[in-house]
């Protein structure tokens, strides 16, 4: 197939970029470098062996991304671009809101005027908001006390794009509109080359890359956001899953695709506490991670782990990688960034907007 990436040199992107470029198919990614860098795209070659085609756009220029569907005749959109921050969007809500909605308007626009009927959507657990409840089915209710802006853009995307294939599929309902929308639980490791691997702009406040902050010595410490939760050892339990097998997630479900909208956790379905990430850490790397007990974070919940059986039956996909397995992962990213050669800011030119090919 030919696929149009949004976010392809994004953490998540670039590993399904390589994914799919190694599985046969064309990509064309689309992307900001709002949150990453043009070094994805030599690592994404580097690894496939061939270079997707890059164009350096924004998806809220709505004359842009005709021109870029113009151009590709894609077969399917897969949709990785948005803000992620969940900090930044309470403080910023309007450029969350902005970016994150009016950029799949834009695409929604693009699909429905080019005649591209697959389409698959990042989204994210944390539609499921804040619930009496710690293993999450597709089936239970969403947008319940979202807490931040962000979690809210990826609950009233779901809807949109529910609203869109509904009207769709009723015009026509022989070639009708295909949509999964998959709800990442809680994403880390990288490609086990090392070359690829999550490197943000600005400050993270996700777990790994703060451990990979105070692993490079960015950082003197971690904290642990509370140690006094109902949990084995009193700190939080999370569905941690290796980017390589979310990447694998995203072939299942281009393949699976169905008439409508269909909903996946894709998450491990086991709990991992922060201490034991911590710990299994320093077992593999064979180094102490300095960290202290602080404050429970405000918002956070005890648990929250995927039951993942709706996407075992339905797209034959199930995590095959540990913690340990992202964590050795990690450290392989860890030693070559370090290095200054893997994922980096080695900026090559870059052209401003109308968007520019890349080869
Ligand atoms: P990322 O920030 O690494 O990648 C997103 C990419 O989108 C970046 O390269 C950024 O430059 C680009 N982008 C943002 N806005 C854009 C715009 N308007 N036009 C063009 N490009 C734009 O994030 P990620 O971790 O790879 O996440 C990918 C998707 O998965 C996001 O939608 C995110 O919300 C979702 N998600 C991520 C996680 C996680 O923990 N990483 C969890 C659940 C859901
Ligand atoms: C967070 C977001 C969620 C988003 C997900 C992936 C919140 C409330 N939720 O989930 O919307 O989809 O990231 O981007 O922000 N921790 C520490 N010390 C730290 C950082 C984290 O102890 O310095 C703990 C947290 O308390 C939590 C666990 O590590 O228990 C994981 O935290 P994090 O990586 O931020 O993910 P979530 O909170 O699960």
Known sequence: ????????????????????????????????????HL??????????????LFYLSDLCNLDNLNLIFDHGHFDAVIHFAGLKAVGESVSEPLKYYENNLIGTLNLL?????HNVKKLIFSSSATVYGAQPAEKFTEEMPTGINISNPY???????????????AAENTKSPDN?????????FN???????????ENPNGQPNNLMPII????????????????????????????????????????????YLKPGVNTYNLGSGQGTSVLELIHTFEEVSGKTLPYKIGNRRPGDLAGFY???????????????LTVKDAMRDTLKFLELSTNKTANNNSAQPVEPNPPERQK
């Open 187 to 197: 994403p880390i490791g990288n490609h086990p080359s090392g070359l690829l691997g």
């Open 1 to 36: 197939m030919n696929i149009l990436v949004t976010g392809g040199t994004g953490y998540i992107g670039s590993h399904t970029v390589v994914a799919l470029l190694d599985s046969g198919h064309d990509v064309t990614i689309l992307d900001n470098l709002n949150n990453s």
């Open 212 to 255: 990979m902050q105070v692993a490079r010595g960015e950082r003197s410490e971690l904290t642990v956001f509370g140690d006094d939760y109902d949990t084995p050892d009193g700190t939080c339990v999370r569905d941690y899953i290796h980017v390589v097998d979310l990447a694998d997630g995203h072939l299942k479900a281009l393949e």
């Open 176 to 184: 009708p509109v295909e949509i999964s929308l998959l709800r990442y």
């Open 306 to 320: 995927a039951n993942p059986e709706k996407a075992k039956r339905e797209l034959h996909w199930q995590t095959k």
């Open 39 to 52: 070094g994805a795209l030599e690592s994404i070659s580097q690894l496939a062996g061939r270079r997707p």
């Open 151 to 165: 979690g809210w853009t990826k609950s009233m995307i779901e809807q949109i794009l529910k609203d869109f294939a």
């Open 109 to 113: 626009h693009a699909i429905k005027s």
